[in-house]
Structure formats: C-alpha cells, structure tokens
C-alpha cells in the first residue's frame, strides 16, 4: 500500500518562502509522475505543478517563475519551492502520485499567505 505524507505548509508573509516536501512510501512503480495540487475554499483542486521520474515539469501559469517542483527518486520524495508567496496563494496543497494504473493522494498541508 502506498502513503503519502506531506510536510512544510504553514503560515508566511506575502513575499516570503515556503518548501513543501512529499514522501512516498511502499510499492511504488518506478515510473511515475508526482506532483502538488491546491485547493482554495470554495474552489477546484487544480494543478500547480507535477515532475515526471525522468525530469520533465509543468507548471500552472499564475506559478511559473516563482514555484520550482524537484524531487529525489531514491527518496521517492517531491519538493516544492515556493518563493515570492502572495495572498492568492493561500490554499490547501496536496501530494499526487500518478503510476500507470493508480493514483494516490496525500492528506494535504495547509498554505497561508498574509498580505
């Protein structure tokens, strides 16, 4: 069985950092994408940035150029950097790991951005 665990949201200034780490943990097929995913209240869990196990990245346009996605596959971990945070940013961001044939789910760790 496979478990995710996320660590790193909290609460920062607008203009500040934040590092989001994603554990994976089991039988997990080496091939595979990871990736964070947000959900704001009252809104749709939306991409923000997904790392497939041989590099490639996509990010959602509101991130790009402030949020990096890297991860270690000797870990089976998946980090996101999130620099130049603002207020929009503030959401619950969750951990997905994508195989050929399932999907799993972290918990989610909440992100808030003061002004």
């Known amino acids: 069985q496979v478990q995710l665990v996320e660590s790193g949201g909290g609460l920062v200034q607008s203009g500040g950092s934040l590092r989001l780490s994603c554990a994976a943990s089991?039988?997990?097929?080496?091939?595979?994408?990871m990736g964070w995913y947000r959900q704001g209240p009252g809104n749709q869990r939306d991409l923000v940035a997904r790392?497939?196990?041989?590099?490639?990245?996509n990010y959602a346009d509101s991130v790009k150029g402030r949020f990096t996605i890297t991860r270690d596959n000797d870990k089976n971990t998946v980090y996101l950097q999130m620099n130049s945070l603002k207020p929009e940013d503030t959401a619950l961001y969750y951990c997905?790991?994508?195989?050929?044939?399932?999907?799993?789910w972290g918990q989610g760790t909440q992100v808030t951005v003061s002004s």
């Open positions: 997905k790991l994508t195989t050929p044939r399932y999907i799993y």
């Open positions: 089991g039988s997990i097929f080496s091939i595979n994408t």
């Open positions: 790392i497939t196990s041989g590099g490639s990245t």
